[in-house]
């Protein structure tokens, strides 16, 4: 239910709605004009409507993409059905290897949303247009057409959708999920040893499926943008820019505290790597870790980045110095704590690099 009510108020529900409305439009407007076209064609107004539908997307160039895919996959399945009309009347065999070749043909990559169309387009005409095949044809492929422009000329004049809001929604997830990973990592080493607290250690497959996420999001923003007269403005197209710079860090950070992750979880529990964890490295990783989320906080709340990025330098100048201290009497003891402490130096040099100005002389180059 708790799910139910967060997405109801996201702003992915709104961009549903409005894209339902416009879509009972655009159907409504292709109903109303389908029997106005000339010709044979008029006796197929219900087409219209289903142009009118499969070309409704939630951005335009995607509705672009789908109307037009959607128009070549109907074009070759009309071919296919004109080609076995050439060698007689259909029967079960001809019909048959005319869908199976359908199939086949909707295989082609740059089908996309059309692929669907190409067996059903040559069994609609062999099928229903029969006799009439040529006509249906005409009527087929001409109403689904004015279907497409009708949802193309109401997705770009109403609200063409900008999915701004959904990607900086998935974005802060993004930050909010690596935060949260290395806040247990680092309850996790601060319990009664050996920790109970081991749920972080499997989230590695979570972790990847929130950015893919991310990146989903952020691409259909970027998409969003194409040929969308809303996204005239300057600042819309440098957050475009923003959000994949967030997500290139958020990639890149994501590898390192999987690393980090798994290098922690081994010298906790038995595994393959064959880890150790001095007693005496706990503390200082766990405040490292902690630190490190501070930043990734900071950054979610857009609050003053230098000073909490100079603690978390700190914190990793602290575990460094302890990591040194623990090799002098066991180096093997004290690979694990240096391996974490690597991957942290790598998630603050990405996070100083993306969160602070480039003019800042603190700003490493």
């Known amino acids: 239910m708790g799910e139910l009510k967060k997405w109801v108020t996201s702003s992915r529900a709104a961009q549903r709605a409005l894209l339902a409305a416009k879509t009972a439009l655009a159907v409504g407007l292709s109903w109303i004009l389908a029997p106005y076209m000339p010709g044979v064609v008029d006796e197929y107004p219900y087409y219209a409507p289903l142009g009118a539908l499969v070309s409704m997307y939630p951005t335009f160039m995607g509705s672009v993409r789908s109307g037009l895919q959607t128009l070549v996959g109907l074009l070759f399945g009309i071919m296919l059905a004109t080609g076995v009309l050439l060698l007689g009347t259909p029967n079960i065999i001809t019909i048959s290897v005319a869908v199976g070749l359908g199939v086949l043909l909707a295989g082609l990559p740059r089908l996309g949303a059309g692929r669907e169309y190409v067996p059903v387009a040559t069994l609609l005409v062999l099928i229903i247009g029969g006799q009439n095949a040529e006509t249906f044809s005409v009527g ?213 690099h993306r969160l602070l100005p480039k003019d800042d002389p603190d700003q490493p180059v």
């Open 140 to 352: 087929y492929g001409v109403q689904m057409a004015l279907g497409v422009v009708v949802g193309l000329a109401v997705n770009v004049t109403i609200f063409p959708p900008l999915t701004l809001d959904t990607a900086r929604e998935e974005i802060s997830r993004g930050r909010n999920a690596l935060m949260t990973q290395l806040r247990d990592a680092a309850k996790a080493l601060v319990e009664e040893w050996p920790p109970e607290h081991e749920d972080w250690a499997s989230r590695q497959h979570d972790l990847d499926v929130v950015i893919g996420e991310i990146r989903r999001a952020v691409d259909a923003a970027g998409e969003s943008h194409r040929a969308n007269p809303r996204a005239y403005r300057r600042s819309r197209h440098q957050f475009v820019a923003q959000t994949y710079e967030d997500l290139a860090v958020l990639e890149r950070i994501t590898y390192y505290i999987r690393d980090l992750s798994e290098v922690l979880a081994a010298a906790i529990w038995d595994g393959p790597l064959n880890l150790q964890l001095k007693a005496d490295l706990r503390e200082p990783l766990s405040i490292c870790l902690t630190a490190t989320a501070e930043v990734l906080r900071a950054w979610e709340e857009d609050a003053a980045m230098a000073g909490i990025l100079d603690s978390a330098d700190d914190s990793l100048a602290a575990l460094n110095a302890a990591v040194s201290t623990a090799a002098e009497s066991d180096a093997s003891a004290a690979t694990s704590g240096a391996a974490v402490a690597l991957d942290v130096q790598r998630i603050l040099t990405a996070l100083r």
